[in-house]
């Protein structure tokens, strides 16, 4: 994946004839590089700042200073990482910025500058080609897909990472259940289940970390696609005065 | 669900018939009901702090007090709800604690005192009743499967709550990257999955919140399960040195 590709096209290449109500999610590491997300750390000049920081870490100054360039807060600072509030709003650790499947030695990763628009806009595309497949069996009318954009984030508390959404489109990322009762007719305690970050948990769950498989079908989840592109990830922030953690 | 009750016999009577690699997430509510771990309200006296905590909350103090009994430490109070760490080490909103869907007005249903030696027993009565299915096909020698007790958990920094594995037998809770490469041949960041967790988080896509499906089979995950009962959710608590929000 390189700056300027064409991903929906890619996607729809890769052989998948989308059905209604089918949702793509798809790493936020191709979407990135899709979008030019990326800097090459020899571009890089770090200011004092992350100098200081990256002495304390032992990490490379001007990988620092790009986790700093994508964060409105640093959260905490310890165990090897920088636990950031990004420019978009999601706490995590190093800001999202990562050296992994960049795919060249001394390139980082960004996230998206706005990954719910990226998923609207891959969502229009892979919805107009859905249209285009002549033998997709579907209504043209009826091809609503959802899509996710999911990135790994630790937690604090529990071990492990585990995926996310970062990005939606065509997705009730939150299932609203305030008012509602339980089988019992009792009011519910969860109130609100946060659907996009589990359907983005179960995607991760059928490719490993090394194959190069960047998006992932999830069939049977219509009951959340929706005709509208939605809030997207974004709904999913936790507004600063609801935070007991920052 | 009531003390008592043979959750596994249940399970199997409910027609599922269980394949190698099999895994079966169980709500924490039915395994808690089976287990007894209820109490009636009308039984508790909330002692002082649990009055002065419940004033501030507008709360039940006899709820409040249940909630102290079941926590090590309270790490957090505000927005209605305590964010505590439970004897066993998990931290959540109220201990665990909960007044739906209990079955009954006024009594709230606990944590199992040690889910992953619930998950264990389930597994062992599961895997006994798969081998007597005579239909089942398979060979009995190979009937593993694997057990997630799942419970709805909120997050710091994200709105909405996601299933998380308080228990777990026969499952790599927590996949282990560490020193491995991506598919460009770079050290990965990921370094542990949460796996039990993302197959919590799975399972509760396919259910809704007052459908009273408490067990949901998930099939196609054979590659997490194991032979043997392994760490458990134990393994997914991060410890308190490690943890930079305790």
Redesign the interface.
Known sequence: MRAGDDLPALITAAALELRDGDVLVIAQKVVSKAEGRVRALADVVPGPKAVALAGDFDKDPRLVQLVLDESAAVV?V??GVL?CETRHG??CANAGV????????GVAVLLPLDPDASARRIRAALSAKAELTPDSGVNSDLVRVGVVISD?FG??????????AIGAAGIE???D?RG?????G?????T????A???A??A???RA????EPVVLVR??ER?VTSEDGPGAA????PRD?????
């Open positions: 905490r310890g165990h636990i999601f706490v990562d050296l992994s499947n960049s795919g060249d030695e790994s937690r604090p508390w529990r071990l492990g990472v585990t995926d996310v990322v939150l299932e259940w509602r009762r339980d089988v019992h009792r009011e519910l305690r969860a609100e289940i946060a659907i970050d589990q359907l948990a179960a991760d769950l059928v970390k090394d194959s190069g049977g989840a959340f709904a999913l922030r936790r609801l935070d007991l953690f920052r």
